[in-house]
């Protein structure tokens, strides 16, 4: 991979909540090596005794930012943080989207939160000029979160499951539809278990290659512990740093308990 | 700065990490100050390689963690050919942790890492993740037994890791040293028990971390008035006055497992403590704060 993980006590400079749900935060960057779009951080947070894992969302040479859902203590607290006070990381951690490889024709899938990632690879997809359309789906209008995505993505495709805007469906639907009549060399998704489960179904039946960024439950976020394997066609790998972005073709999908 | 002895080993440190959260050895380069840390201590590696439990496998609690690997790793003999040769230029005494479900298994894999040159190895006589057997150190006899076995194997310095699920440690750490060993390493992780409210399923595991610190300590403290070896005392060390603690309480270096993962500055924030400690009371040598505060009178 190249960068090594560090240690490292970073300022927020921002923070932006959404909805009571959703938080974006902003720190400066102090990672002597730069940070890859699929790649994590591990944040220490005092109320909870593990470190949480947050995708990188946005990275400049000056600043690194996270956009998560409040779902219990940790998010929860980790959202009450202000401007000026100090987190505790460990990262970049993990691989990233393969997307070098590819040049057009590029489709990437974001369902609800799982469109944080997604951000920071978009980013870099414009900046090497390479040809993508971009998925988002939620469950309804005031659940997407399309707003924090860089400009210049053409086309970005939404979708709700009550159609509130968008197209109404599921994200996998719409991808279907959008099979049938387009070509894709590669899609890229981040999402809910049972949306990549079902992106992985749809990509296989398409013969197209699919790369997915997993969760799981962690301790270590390091590589060493062996607490975050996920069933493969190679055994166990773990999320942490074996992923968390899989070969969609290599998970055995009906092996992970989802949590 | 704190040269300690242990056997023939000399430690920069007298912080060690804790088998099973330090992988095969090199993969902390970037987090972990390793000027700050002894020794290499390794994952227990068994003779064949061990898939491990399944998922999930790490359960938060309140003030620690519940685990249930399983031993997952990749076999001694992967270890020696793609591992070894990587940790050994990393200029630190390497700590080899063995383990297995059968005496036999155990024994086998120690005849192979017996012949490779490394500085220690462990016996992980108490692992709670590997099903169908009573611990091995939760009884006198058995451990004893065993440690008698792997000294006719080898005289490397071995060192023995015990359960704390015993009635009394002091048995079974004397049944060790009896055998034979040079070291014990007290202790692995408690048993517990966790409930997965999702699926309604009782979970049964290792526990270490904070929590656990009180228990781990007393019982060092109760080993060191039983046996004469030195001691390894791992177990919920989660601070610079908890390390410091440790030692006092009969521990002659302490290994650091699950607050490692949570702070990676803890081995340099505990030898700073202890640096604090040896100047406010004047000690010139180690032998003199090991056990300080276990000791008969
Ligand atoms: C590589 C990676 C990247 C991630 N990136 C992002 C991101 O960019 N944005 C984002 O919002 N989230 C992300 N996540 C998810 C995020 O880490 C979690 O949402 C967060 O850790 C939740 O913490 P919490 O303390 O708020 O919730 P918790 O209260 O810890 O709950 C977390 C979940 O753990 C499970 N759980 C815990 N204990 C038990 C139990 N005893 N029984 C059953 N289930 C249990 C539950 O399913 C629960 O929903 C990522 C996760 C990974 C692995
Ligand atoms: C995730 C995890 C994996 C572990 N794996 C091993 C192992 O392979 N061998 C071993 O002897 N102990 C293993 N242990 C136990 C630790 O080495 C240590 O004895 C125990 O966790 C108590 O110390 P702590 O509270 O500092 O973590 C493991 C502990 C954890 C949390």
């Known amino acids: 991979m190249g960068n090594e993980i560090e240690h490292k006590i970073v300022r927020i400079k921002e923070k932006k909540i959404y909805k009571e749900k959703f938080c974006f935060l902003t720190t400066e960057n102090r990672f002597l090596s730069n940070p890859l779009p699929g790649q994590f951080i591990h944040i220490r947070i005092e109320s909870v005794f593990l470190r949480r894992p947050f995708s990188i969302a946005e990275f400049s040479s000056k600043t690194m930012s996270i956009f998560f859902q409040l779902k219990g203590k940790g998010t929860s607290s980790l959202s009450q943080k202000n401007r000026g006070e100090n987190i505790d990381v460990i990262g970049p951690v993990g691989n990233s989207f393969p997307y070098e490889r590819f040049k057009e024709n590029i489709l990437v899938v974001a369902g609800g939160i799982g469109i944080a990632p997604m951000i920071f690879l978009s980013s870099e997809l414009l900046k090497t000029k390479k040809k993508f359309s971009f998925f988002h789906g939620a469950q309804n209008k005031n659940s997407l979160l399309n707003f924090f995505l860089p400009e210049g993505i053409s086309p970005v495709i939404i979708s709700t499951d009550d159609g509130s805007k968008g197209k109404k469906g599921k994200i996998t639907d719409i991808l279907e539809d959008y099979l049938k009549k387009e070509k894709v060399d590669v899609i890229f998704a981040s999402g809910p278990y049972f949306m990549l489960k079902k992106t992985a179904e749809i990509s296989t039946r398409f013969n197209i290659p699919c790369y997915v960024s997993m969760e799981n439950r962690m301790f270590c976020g390091t590589g060493v512990c062996q607490g975050c394997v996920i069933e493969t066609k190679d055994g166990f790998q773990k999320v942490c740093t074996d992923g968390p972005v899989f070969d969609a073709e290599q998970i055995r999908w009906k092996d992970i308990p989802y949590a | ?297």
Not at chain 2, 268 to 289: A, F, M, P, Q, R
């Open chain 2, 1 to 297: 700065m704190h040269k300690i002895k242990l056997g023939k080993m000399e430690l920069d440190s007298p912080v060690i990490p804790a088998s099973g959260v330090f992988g095969y050895g090199d993969e902390l380069k970037g987090l972990i100050d390793y000027k700050k840390i002894g020794a290499i201590v390794t994952k227990t590696l068994t003779i064949k390689e061990r898939k491990g439990n399944p998922q999930p496998r790490i359960w938060e609690l309140e003030n620690g963690l519940l685990n249930t690997i399983g031993l997952q790793n990749i076999g001694v003999e992967r270890f020696c050919e793609e591992k070894l040769p990587v940790i050994k230029k990393l200029k630190k005494p390497v700590i080899v942790s063995i383990g297995g479900e059968t005496d036999d298994e155990i024994l086998l894999c120690l005849e192979y890492i017996s012949k490779k040159d490394i500085e220690a190895i462990e016996l992980n006589l108490s692992c709670p993740n590997i099903a169908g057997r009573n611990l091995i150190s939760e009884n006198p006899e058995a451990t004893y037994n065993i440690i008698k076995q792997a000294r006719k194997i080898t005289r490397s310095f071995l060192i023995a890791k015990l359960s704390p699920n015993v009635t009394d440690v002091g048995e079974t750490g004397s049944a060790a040293e009896e055998a034979g060993t040079d070291a014990l390493c007290a202790f692995n992780t408690f048993k517990g028990l966790t409930f997965d409210w999702k699926n309604h399923k009782v979970i049964l595991g290792g526990v270490s971390g904070d929590a656990i610190f009180p228990l781990s300590c007393r019982l060092v403290h109760q080993l060191y008035q039983n046996v004469s070896i030195p001691i390894i005392g791992i177990g919920g060390i989660h601070s610079p006055e908890t390390g410091l603690l440790m030692i006092l309480c009969g521990a002659t270096i302490i290994g650091i497992g699950t607050s490692l993962m949570i702070n990676p500055d803890l081995p340099g924030e505990i030898l700073n403590e202890i640096k604090k400690y040896k100047k406010e009371k004047n000690i010139k040598k180690w032998d003199e704060i090991v056990g300080r505060k276990a000791r008969f009178f």
